[in-house]
């Protein structure tokens, strides 16, 4: 049998606005069964979760492979929906791994980023499920451009608020515009957090991730809990906090130390919420043969 795992991911990282991944080790697990009739998709996740040929899965692995004889799959998953942890870039990459293992279609691991950022309109997500780790990338017309680096150990707690958070929703509060001088301010800050990762130095990095100016300071008006639990976290000595991709998920960067401790104070932002910890991602999406 044919499995296909893939990370859940975190956006962003605060100034790396539509640019910047990190892959995190909850999954979407792909095990895909024998030729039948037609597609059948099996999962737990519910109702709004289409169970054949129209599951977002299905449907990417037919636009790389259309003739692909249907099958029998098995998908469960970790990463939440809707939650800003990569829950649609993870089955995007699990139909291109699908139809690239079916179809024998040997795509590099460029090129699958290549086709889903394409698919998903921007690199930040899609490109850390697929190459693990840290990844900085862009798409420039139809090229896209991916560098993984590794991210120091670190801890990580995720906040995820019971309330989704859909990702146009959150995009509609971003203006249309910058001014010159804002951008620049705002692209100098995503420069210094990028080199503080690459140095190493998660205390500078956790600074520029909290001083955003591309997305997180319009958002924040629709995730009331960020700043709380940004200041519970300052207190407590963690690196940074942000959102994650769109939100509601708020990630927050801690020595391994302080994980315990700053875990349950967030219990008490709000006790609906799941505090889970998380590890990095450090290979992307995986494939075995059982």
């Known amino acids: 049998?044919?499995?296909?795992?893939?990370?859940?991911?975190?956006?962003?990282?605060?100034?790396?606005?539509?640019?910047?991944?990190?892959?995190?080790?909850?999954?979407?697990?792909?095990?895909?069964?024998?030729?039948?009739?037609?597609?059948?998709?099996?999962?737990?996740?519910?109702?709004?979760?289409?169970?054949?040929?129209?599951?977002?899965?299905?449907?990417?692995?037919?636009?790389?492979?259309?003739?692909?004889?249907?099958?029998?799959?098995?998908?469960?998953?970790?990463?939440?929906?809707?939650?800003?942890?990569?829950?649609?870039?993870?089955?995007?990459?699990?139909?291109?791994?699908?139809?690239?293992?079916?179809?024998?279609?040997?795509?590099?691991?460029?090129?699958?980023?290549?086709?889903?950022?394409?698919?998903?309109?921007?690199?930040?997500?899609?490109?850390?499920?697929?190459?693990?780790?840290?990844?900085?990338?862009?798409?420039?017309?139809?090229?896209?451009?991916?560098?993984?680096?590794?991210?120091?150990?670190t801890g990580i707690i995720a906040f995820i608020p019971q309330k989704e958070l859909l990702t146009s929703e959150s995009r509609t509060v971003l203006p249309s515009e910058l001014s010159y001088s804002e951008a620049v301010k705002a692209s100098s800050i995503a420069n210094v957090m990028i080199a503080s990762v690459l140095e190493g130095n998660l205390f500078l990095a956790g600074q520029m991730m909290e001083q955003d100016l591309w997305h997180e300071i319009y958002r924040k008006k629709l995730i009331p809990h960020l700043e709380k639990i940004r200041e519970i976290s300052q207190e407590n000595g963690a690196y940074g906090t942000f959102l994650s991709g769109a939100g509601p998920t708020v990630l927050v960067l801690v020595p391994k130390d302080k994980l315990k401790l700053l875990m349950s104070l967030l219990k008490e932002v709000d006790n609906e919420a799941k505090i889970e910890a998380f590890d990095i991602d450090r290979f992307g999406v995986q494939i075995s043969h059982q």
Request: net charge negative; with cysteine; hydrophobic share 45%.
């Open 1 to 153: 049998m044919l499995r296909i795992k893939v990370p859940g991911t975190t956006a962003n990282l605060g100034p790396g606005f539509d640019s910047c991944g990190l892959a995190l080790q909850l999954y979407l697990t792909l095990e895909v069964g024998a030729e039948q009739d037609s597609w059948e998709v099996e999962h737990q996740l519910g109702s709004g979760i289409p169970t054949d040929s129209k599951n977002v899965i299905v449907m990417t692995a037919l636009s790389l492979a259309p003739d692909l004889a249907p099958r029998k799959l098995k998908m469960t998953s970790d990463v939440p929906s809707t939650r800003g942890l990569g829950s649609s870039s993870a089955a995007i990459v699990a139909g291109i791994e699908l139809a690239n293992q079916l179809a024998d279609l040997q795509l590099t691991a460029a090129k699958k980023v290549e086709i889903a950022t394409l698919i998903e309109g921007h690199p930040d997500n899609v490109a850390p499920a697929i190459l693990g780790d840290f990844v900085v990338a862009t798409k420039i017309n139809q090229d896209v451009f991916a560098v993984k680096h590794t991210f120091p150990e």
